[in-house]
């Protein structure tokens, strides 16, 4: 059974800090993309971050220079470093794990909200 479980999500004040993790049980980690997605009220779920099995990073135009994803292979983990948080990064924040190859599958986590006020 593939499980992803995402950590870290809570109430930070503009400008804040939050560190997410995602753990991954049930796939072979490290032959996938994984990504951080997040959906706000009335919104479209979105592309955060990126890193795929190469290490390779990308990430949404909102929050370059502001988020890092990385992940631990060894571990089965990819974490999400928030830095100076904005109202606009409240969400919830979601752990995508993509194979890229057949047969293509795919896996969401449960979510975590992220809430950025004062």
């Known amino acids: 059974q593939v499980q992803l479980v995402e950590h870290g999500g809570g109430l930070v004040q503009p400008g804040g800090s939050l560190r997410l993790s995602c753990a991954a049980s049930?796939?072979?980690?490290?032959?996938?993309?994984m990504g951080w997605y997040r959906q706000a009220p009335g919104k479209q779920r979105e592309l955060v971050a990126g890193?795929?099995?190469?290490?390779?990073?990308n990430y949404a135009d909102s929050v370059k220079g502001r988020f890092s994803i990385s992940r631990n292979n060894a571990k089965n983990t990819v974490h999400l470093e928030m830095n100076s948080l904005k109202p606009e990064d409240t969400a919830v924040y979601y752990c995508?794990?993509?194979?890229?190859?057949?047969?293509?599958?795919?896996?969401w986590g449960q979510g975590t909200q992220v809430t950025v006020s004062s």
């Open positions: 890193i795929n099995i190469d290490g390779r990073t």
């Open positions: 995508n794990a993509d194979r890229r190859l057949p047969p293509f599958d795919n896996y």
């Open positions: 049930g796939i072979n980690f490290s032959i996938y993309a």
